[in-house]
């Protein structure tokens, strides 16, 4: 998906995202956690991969997209 796509493709493909990583159970408590719970996304996020160099994000997130196009 390298051009822009609507809102409410973002969420469509969100959605297929979450499921098929966490399963429609486990997506749905996911989605559920975040809506019930003040949450700070964007502080969250910069917190997410302190550990990681750019470098390493970005290999594990190729091998995964390879992963799934084949």
Not at 13 to 40: C, N
Not at 52 to 62: P, W
């Amino acid at each position: 998906m390298g051009t822009m796509i609507t809102d409410e493709e973002l969420k469509v493909e969100g959605l297929k995202a979450l499921t098929a990583a966490l399963g429609d159970v486990q997506a749905e408590k996911f989605i559920a956690l975040i809506m019930r719970a003040p949450f700070g996304y964007t502080k969250w996020q910069r917190k997410l991969w302190d550990e990681k160099s750019i470098e390493e994000i970005s290999d594990t997130a190729m091998k995964l997209r390879n992963s799934k196009s084949t």
